[in-house]
């Protein structure tokens, strides 16, 4: 995924704080959506936006920390940079144990803030990646018929293709023949590519 496509969400109910944001972050080259609310970001979210959110965790109404935990129940993988007051410390340290991001005290330096952004939109590059892998996993998966999910399920706990063949009262010619049709559907050349697959999703 280029950065190209990956937009950083600012969620800020300060005016000022948000244009300047805006400014800084264009000025670097990135595409910024900037929101007044939690509730305005809400109800633009999709499901398909890639990017991070630059989020602060002070705002009326809805506070980032709800939006956040919102999100997390929407299933929502954006990664989240919090915007804190000194006093908000450890809250912005519960949200990472929460699964955010990263977060930045006010006042900050401009390339802090860009450092941190720097390595969100890596995270959800990477975690795009994986998503895009798990999928066509799964979907090679779903090829499969009830037998060979067995065949593969004993192969990968490594059982040898006898003790296959007595487990599921089957010819060792049949496990063969079951074996290279779940390597072939799978994708992988490897007995260890075949247990790196099917962990990935577990």
Known sequence: MSELTQTIYVVDDDEAMRDSMNWLLEGEGYRVACFDSGESFLSARRDDMSGCIVLDVRMPE??????????DALGSQLPIIFVTGHGDVPMAVGALQRGACDFI???FHNEDLLSRI??????DAELAARRHRDGAITHRLEQLTLR???????VVAGKLNKQIADQLSISMKTVEAHRARVMEKMGVRTLAELVKAVMSLK
């Open 105 to 107: 005290e006010k006042p």
């Open 148 to 154: 060979e999910k067995e065949v593969m399920q004993l």
């Open 118 to 123: 720097r390595r969100a939109l890596e995270l």
């Open 62 to 71: 809805m506070s980032g920390l709800e939006l956040h935990e919102k999100l």
